[in-house]
């Protein structure tokens, strides 16, 4: 049976609040920064894109590095959702899934500049509801395969992701991971830029 919708009205004011702050703070952690910095390679925010997530750290040669990032920024959304419901229920996961991904994307800590979202995206359909996930992955698998451009993948997949929660009877999360696609397509304007221009670089290909 699909869940409410408005799950915002299923939760009271200050714990929505909290669940938010709860999601945010986890979400702000800087793995590509801390990850990069602990390890003694220069700092991620001044090579390739500038971008702090798993993409870029790979730009440093390090492809365990890059590996510990993409884990990192993953988990730390599936940590919001999970601790989130498990002190308050339901609906404050998803507000805490909500306050991951813009802690991810905006983290106060680096002037609100992060990173792109696709990692804890991942994270957070995981610990609300895996089947997205599953679909996320195979799409961007597909995508990937067919025209080898790691964006368009990624956009594609985001879209699907809240199709397939939609289509199970998951209508609350769908409506999460829709409003969290438009963020992440925003945070990808650059790539899509490039897309639509034919200058987006393929997977393997260098520079």
């Known amino acids: 049976m699909p869940a409410s919708v408005p799950f915002l009205a299923e939760i009271p004011l200050t714990l929505a609040f909290?669940?938010?702050?709860?999601?945010?703070l986890l979400g702000s952690i800087p793995f590509g920064i801390l990850i990069t910095r602990f390890a003694g390679t220069q700092d991620i925010r001044t090579i390739g894109s500038g971008n702090i997530g798993a993409t870029n750290v790979l730009r440093t040669g390090r492809k365990d590095?890059?590996?510990?990032?993409?884990?990192?920024?993953?988990l730390k959304?599936?940590?919001?959702?999970?601790?989130?419901?498990h002190f308050w229920g339901e609906p404050a996961a998803l507000i805490a899934g909500l306050g991951a991904f813009?802690?991810?994307?905006a983290p106060v800590w680096l002037k609100f500049k992060g990173g792109k979202g696709v990692a804890t995206f991942l994270g957070i359909a995981l610990g609300l509801f895996w089947p997205s996930l599953v679909v996320f992955a195979v799409v961007w698998l597909g995508m990937a395969f067919l025209f080898r451009y790691s964006s368009l993948a990624a956009l594609t997949a985001s879209v699907a992701t809240p199709?397939?929660?939609?289509?199970?009877?998951?209508?609350?999360?769908?409506v999460l991971m829709a409003l969290l696609a438009v963020l992440l397509w925003i945070k990808h304007h650059a790539n899509i830029s490039r897309l639509l221009s034919g200058t987006e670089t393929k997977i393997g290909a260098k520079g």
């Open 65 to 74: 590095l890059a590996a510990a990032t993409l884990l990192g920024d993953a």
């Open 18 to 24: 909290a669940a938010l702050v709860l999601g945010y």
């Open 77 to 85: 959304g599936t940590a919001a959702v999970l601790l989130a419901r």
């Open 102 to 105: 813009i802690g991810h994307i």
């Open 163 to 174: 199709l397939s929660a939609w289509a199970l009877g998951r209508a609350d999360v769908a």
